[in-house]
């Protein structure tokens, strides 16, 4: 594989939030695609994901997943980012008129991104990369303030979400209400790489060129992974990141996020990948 030139990380999202996905990296990775996830450092397995999964995945890349969506902040006080008790409570939206308007939750915000860091950090991880839950981190203001703390804490390599669109031959796939709504998430995290690409160089961190996961979110599949693939089939020297969330669950449950397990399973697709000219690898 040292002749390609086009890198290829699959990265599952998530590591950490559940033992159900906890299950379904370590499965992956032993399954030879999986090279690379994101670890939150607020999830209720986090403990599990560290203590027992990491150690039997030497050659897993580990990143931090910043998380101020679902949960509780690790630390107090946060009245501008969380509920009285803890919880974080704002939309999307909410956090870009804050980030653009309001100091003091940037200074929260900071607060709750060092603790983060420093959690994983101090459990002996060795990270690999900085990205976040529902792509937070890409809100300007906020991709700069992480692209602050990469430097500081030594972490070389940073997500950003440019996305290339395709379709992939499934009509029906399609013929959804989430599909649109997805088309919109590419146009605004499109136009937010193009401001975030230059911060990078700013501080001196690499970055994926291309991501694919957003056109087909709660969607993605084999399908939906080697189209986008395939779209930068003319592409030379780049690196492209797919992410999904995978979940192996213990009572047999089947939802989108097992289907983005069995991605992990897909022994053609891992051949595939490869044969288009795509090394698998991982951001160390």
């Not at 906890?22 to 994101?38: H, R």
């Not at 107090?76 to 003091?104: C, H, P, V, W």
């Not at 906020?142 to 390599?157: P, R, S, T, W």
Request: one cysteine or more.
């Amino acid at each position: 594989m040292d002749n390609k030139d086009k890198k290829f990380v699959l990265n599952a999202d998530d590591f950490g939030m559940s033992k159900a996905f906890n299950t379904a990296v370590l499965e992956g990775y032993q399954a030879g695609i999986l090279k690379s996830t994101s670890l939150v450092a607020n999830g209720d397995a986090f403990d599990e994901a560290v203590n027992k999964i990491i150690p039997q995945a030497p050659d897993l890349g580990v990143g931090v997943h910043l998380n101020i969506i679902e949960g509780k902040s690790l630390t107090k006080d946060l009245r501008e980012l969380t509920d009285a008790n803890g919880n974080f409570n704002l939309s999307y939206g909410q956090m870009i008129l804050k980030s653009y308007s309001n100091k003091e939750y940037l200074k929260q915000l900071e607060t709750e991104f060092r603790a983060q860091i420093e959690k994983i950090k101090s459990a002996g991880i060795n990270i690999s990369h900085i990205d976040s839950h529902v792509h937070t981190h890409a809100i300007p203001p906020m991709f700069k303030l992480v692209c602050k703390l990469a430097e500081e804490y030594g972490i070389k390599q940073i997500r950003t979400q440019y996305e290339h669109f395709y379709m992939v031959p499934d009509v029906m796939i399609h013929l959804n209400t989430k599909y649109p709504i997805n088309l919109i998430k590419i146009g605004l995290l499109d136009f937010f790489t193009f401001l975030n690409r230059p911060v990078t160089k700013q501080y001196n961190l690499n970055t994926n060129d291309y991501l694919i996961g957003v056109g087909y979110t709660s969607m993605m599949n084999s399908l939906t992974i080697s189209g986008g693939l395939t779209a930068l089939k003319n592409k030379k020297g780049i690196v492209a990141e797919a992410l999904i969330h995978p979940c192996r669950y213990e009572d047999g449950t089947v939802d989108n996020h097992f289907n983005e397990y069995r991605i992990t399973q897909n022994e053609k697709l891992k051949n595939k990948i490869e044969q288009m000219g795509y090394e698998i690898g991982n951001y160390r």
